[in-house]
């Protein structure tokens, strides 16, 4: 029941029997992550794993406006949210806020129109694109695992926001627009970096998330000298967008990345083909596998209906539920064309990301098929996901991050007993195979997805509820945060010498 407690309302989960015989004595970690931190999964189950053993754990997170700057989580570790405008990486930022100011007047008395101000610092635009760890790993309506995430400054290679210029707009304004789009990650990278340093208490231990989280990680440990660890749980340079970035800052990134890597004590990843991949292009031992699992979990019987007492459905609707962010290629299209082939069923969307107004647009010609629902805590979400009749994950395989991906709703839905609908493609199609939790399919043919679907929603009783203890058995046995956070603690007491 203390256990329950700490990991928020509605949760049953454990800390691991190793952990409680290992007697660790205090220690401070801090996890740095370029993200919000309201619903990491992956952030939430780590901290809440290492406060519950009673060590000192601070989230360095991002600022964002409604949020405290600082917040103290019911597992008991401390957030702290800290700005990162790319303006505040600039030198001399005060002089360039006040020529920004200055040069918006003069446009606004030349034009004869209204004066904008600038945006204060920390706001984020209402179109900015997902952070870089909401790839597929960003875990909980996130994710992503991978979320999953409130702002992150323009990325080079995010898809067309508001603001950007249009098609038509000169070569010149284009080329400029590029620039403004690469420099801010570096700019903010280097903004978030100086605040947490004002800010973030001393550790024995860092834990940077992502690409944009490792650099800042490294800056603090080289204050403390301590010790830190890469928590890689994306291929970025292979993932969405970043996919298909040309040209030199891509190479800049790249070998950003795996200078990051080889200064960090130890590079955490979430699979074996990820881990193979980073090993060979990094040249690092290959990577501590930490799987991004779920907390062991009793789901009730019979199944919570949170999600059709949210939505107002009818008792024999059946639910498939997508969960996670609400970005191109995770197969969300090709869901909402699919749903119209599965009779008696509504597609739940559980999540947020840059494309919710568009799938607003698209649920509300749907007839009722499509519903949406906004993201929620990592606390709570499984219970919603237990709420489902099947959970479904067509990620398209356009990257060989997607190829490879095993995403954290994958053992959401197993730690929830839930039967999958999950795309044939080498990361995830294995874990589903071996376990029987679900089905696979090509991902790119709505055709394909539909069948599937209805093959488990039409399945015999006998059948489903096979599917739901092979789930569930799988879970509690293998794919558990429980035995994964064991090897994540086994390897922080070895980077600093004194058991966690």
Same mark, same amino acid.
């Given at each position: 029941q203390q256990d329950a407690r700490r990991h928020g309302a509605g949760s049953r989960v454990s800390v691991p029997a190793g952990a409680v015989a290992g007697l660790p004595r205090p220690q401070r970690l801090t996890l740095v992550l370029p993200s919000t931190a309201e619903f990491d999964s992956r952030t939430y189950r780590i901290a809440s794993a290492v406060a519950a053993r009673g060590h000192t754990v601070t989230v360095i997170a991002r600022r964002k406006p409604g949020l405290p700057a600082e917040e103290r989580h019911p597992a008991g570790y401390l957030v702290l949210r800290v700005p990162y405008a790319a303006i505040d990486?600039?030198?001399?930022?005060?002089?360039?806020?006040a020529t920004r100011v200055a040069v918006r007047r003069l446009h606004a008395w030349r034009t004869r129109t209204a004066y904008r101000p600038p945006p204060l610092p920390g706001a984020i635009p209402a179109a900015a694109p997902p952070s870089p760890i909401t790839g597929a790993q960003a875990g909980g309506p996130a994710q992503a695992?991978?979320?999953?995430?409130?702002?992150?400054?323009?990325?080079?290679?995010?898809?067309?926001?508001?603001?950007?210029p249009a098609p038509t707009?000169?070569?010149?304004?284009?080329?400029?627009?590029?620039?403004?789009?690469?420099?801010?990650?570096?700019?903010?990278?280097?903004?978030q970096g100086r605040f947490a340093l004002e800010v973030a208490p001393p550790a024995d231990l860092y834990h940077g998330m992502a690409y944009m989280g490792i650099p800042i990680a490294l800056r603090l440990a080289r204050r403390d000298r301590a010790r830190v660890v890469y928590d890689a749980r994306d291929i970025y340079l292979d993932a969405a967008n970043l996919a298909r970035m040309r040209g030199p800052m891509r190479g800049l990134l790249r070998r950003a990345e795996r200078r990051w890597a080889r200064q960090a004590d130890r590079v955490v990843t979430v699979n074996q083909p990820y881990a193979e991949v980073m090993a060979r292009r990094w040249d690092v031992p290959l990577p501590l596998i930490v799987m991004?699992?779920?907390?062991?979990?009793?789901?009730?019987?019979?199944?919570?209906?949170?999600?059709?007492?949210?939505?107002?459905?009818?008792?024999?609707?059946?639910?498939?539920?997508?969960?996670g962010g609400f970005s191109r290629d995770r197969g969300i299209e090709q869901l909402i064309e699919a749903i119209d082939a599965v009779p008696g069923a509504v597609l739940v969307l559980l999540g947020y990301g840059y494309l919710e107004d568009e799938l607003r647009d698209r649920a509300a010609a749907s007839a009722g098929r499509v519903r949406i629902l906004p993201a929620v805590p990592p606390t709570e979400l499984l219970d919603w996901v237990a709420s489902a009749d099947v959970v479904a994950m067509p990620i398209q395989p356009t990257t060989l991050n997607h190829r490879l991906t095993t995403p954290n709703k994958l053992f959401e839905a197993m730690a929830a007993g839930v039967p999958v609908v999950a795309s044939d493609l080498p990361g995830m199609a294995p874990?589903?195979?071996?376990?029987?939790?679900?089905?696979?399919?090509?991902p790119t043919d %709505? /055709?394909?997805? =539909? $069948?599937?679907?209805?093959?488990? @929603?039409? #399945?015999? %009783? /006998?059948?489903? =509820? $096979?599917?739901?203890?092979?789930? @569930?058995? #799988?879970?509690?046995?293998?794919?558990?945060?429980?035995s994964q956070v064991s090897l994540l603690l086994d390897e922080y007491g070895r980077l600093t010498g004194v058991p966690w």
């Open positions: 990486g600039l030198p001399l930022p005060r002089l360039v806020r695992g991978g979320p999953a995430q409130a702002g992150g400054p323009p990325q080079a290679g995010s898809p067309p926001q508001a603001g950007s707009a000169s070569a010149a304004r284009r080329l400029a627009s590029a620039v403004i789009r690469n420099l801010a990650i570096p700019l903010a990278i280097r903004a991004n699992c779920s907390y062991r979990f009793s789901p009730p019987e019979p199944p919570p209906r949170r999600i059709h007492a949210a939505l107002e459905l009818e008792p024999a609707t059946r639910v498939v539920l997508y969960q874990t589903v195979r071996e376990t029987g939790c679900g089905l696979v399919c090509d %709505p /055709e394909a997805v =539909a $069948a599937a679907i209805r093959a488990i @929603l039409d #399945a015999s %009783p /006998e059948d489903r =509820a $096979a599917y739901r203890a092979r789930a @569930l058995g #799988a879970a509690h046995v293998t794919y558990n945060w429980e």
